[in-house]
């Protein structure tokens, strides 16, 4: 079976846990930081969708302090998307790899392509927030929002689900061999 990647696959394993490493202590660190807004709050308010429950939200924060918090923590975000994005896009190589089968380290560089957008629809979603929070929200900025962000969770989702597939047919690889 021919390999489909330049990088030795040492290397891609090595990357993976680096990444997932990172991503692990940054989001812990994260969380800490962005106390008392917790990430739920954040994820309500990205998926928001009607202007009348975003400005909710926002009176909310501003009454509790929690306003600046999620202006800092979408300022954050934007270097989370780059960790995330990475570590996700390395997974699905390395777990295409480990699978054994050409069809899934095809889909995984595929994957990879799906993960950059929805890199780059994480970052239209945190502009349109940010325009949200810093300014006057709009049906406009609150809408577009919603729509970066459910598109950016399916991809995520759909990578994270490639990977469990590729975990399946590792483990019957193993079982059967």
Known sequence: MKQLSFVPPANLQRWFWVLLAINCVFIIASKLYMQPLATAEIVRFELAKDLKVAEKIIQY?????????????????FLFIVLYTSGLSVACMYFGRLSGHEILMRTGKFITWLLIIAGICDVIENIAMLKSLQDVPTRWSVLLAYDMATTKFSMVILSALYIAICLVFRLLRKIVL
């Not at 009454?63 to 979408?74: E, Q, R």
Request: glycine share 12%; net charge negative; hydrophobic share 40%.
């Open 61 to 77: 924060w501003d009454t509790y302090g929690k306003l600046h918090h999620a202006i800092i923590g979408i300022y954050i975000d």
